[in-house]
């Protein structure tokens, strides 16, 4: 009887003691299933994590063409409660979104701040960094086009002065989506012209998510030489570097800077 109870207890402590890491190797053998329409950049944005960590996680080689039904590796870097809404490599489900929303939904990290392009894929940025390898990755991002795998020009790298603004801006609306519009990107191939500050790196037109463009510019305005162009009818503010601040409208008419807090 004292050998049937030694063993029940030696099989309890086992069950038990199984109990973490069973817990870990649920999220650990999580896998997102490639589905019709899918992209390197928006598995990313889905994911949470860096083009680049996804890519290097899977071995994935340009050109990214990604087979429905592909299981690929998420990255360390990819948060427990979005693991956790992913499959198993048996099939198994995950568990369902919390709150009933969906993961892509959820806000960016303290610190980094999500990136859109306009008909294009989202990555996770640290603004606050200003070397090389950033600003080359930033200038990148804003080059690339929609289309997976298309060779790209030289990126422009972005002048520091514009990469500081966006840092502010993307922690004054902390967690929030700046999306880049898609038709003003840094382009290294259009040396003159109307654009020519965008092909410069020194100018980008943006709006934020969940944001007025009307506050948008107020906070842009509180910025020091830079300037604000505020473009109702096509939907964003453009911001470019320049020596002292100036804002227009969209018909190009200059609008006075007034009880506006410049920024340091």
Known sequence: ???????????????????PAAGQSTL??????????????????????????????????????????????????????????????????????????SAAQAPAPPGQTRLRREGGGAEL??????????????????????EEGQRQPPPIPLHPRLAYALARIGGHYAGRTIRISANNRPRGDEPTGPTANHTRGTAVDIRVEGVSLQALHEFCLTLDRVGCGHHRRANYVHVDV???RATWDD??????????RRGP
């Open 1 to 19: 009887m004292q050998r049937v109870v030694a063993a029940i207890l030696v099989t309890a402590a086992l069950a038990l003691g199984a109990t």
């Open 28 to 101: 650990s053998d999580r896998v997102y299933i490639v589905r019709q329409g899918d992209t390197v950049s928006r598995i990313a944005e889905r994911l949470h994590v860096t083009v680049a960590d996804l890519v290097a996680r899977n071995y994935l080689q340009r050109p990214y063409n990604l087979r429905i039904g592909r299981r690929l590796r998420p990255p360390e870097s990819t948060p427990r409660e979005v693991l956790r809404t992913l499959p198993h490599r048996d099939g198994t489900p995950g568990e369902a979104p919390r709150g009933g929303a």
């Open 125 to 146: 940025f640290d603004l606050s960094k200003t070397d090389a390898r950033a600003a080359r990755r930033l200038a990148t991002f804003l080059r690339a086009d929609a």
């Open 242 to 244: 320049r020596r002292e």
């Open 251 to 260: 018909t190009g008419a200059i609008l006075p800077l007034t009880n506006h």
